[in-house]
């Protein structure tokens, strides 16, 4: 049984950071693209970056390039996201997700991804 966890949520004031992880069991990370993706009341779950499994190879969108990172730890099983320079438009919630595909052509879609986490709420102050 597949299972994501997100946690690393809170508040956080504007220009600070938070890092944000994904512990993942019954899946290898080295076999899924893993994916971040952010969700505002009122907006569509929107992209936000993308590891690959099999080069780790990654890339973010807009939005978040320069400031936020995205790594994976093979031994424990765990994708982070490092965000700094922390922007109220930043706030959502945080989900992680697996895709089992080969190459990142399709990363950006949420329907690519075939596992999702509960998500983790992020809080930006202004």
Request: glycine letters at 12%; charged letters at 15%.
């Amino acid at each position: 049984q597949v299972q994501l966890v997100e946690s690393g949520g809170g508040l956080v004031q504007a220009g600070g950071s938070l890092r944000l992880s994904c512990a993942a069991s019954g899946l290898s990370l080295s076999r899924y693209n893993m994916g971040w993706f952010r969700q505002a009341p009122g907006k569509e779950r929107e992209f936000v970056a993308v590891i690959s499994g099999s080069s780790g190879s990654h890339f973010y969108s807009d939005s978040v390039k320069g400031r936020f990172t995205i790594s994976r730890d093979n031994a424990k099983n765990t994708v982070y996201l490092e965000m700094n320079s922390l922007k109220p438009e930043d706030a959502a919630v945080y989900y992680c997700a697996a895709d089992p595909s080969l190459g990142l052509r399709r990363a950006t879609i949420p329907a690519t991804y075939n596992y999702w986490g509960q998500g983790t709420q992020v809080t930006v102050s202004s």
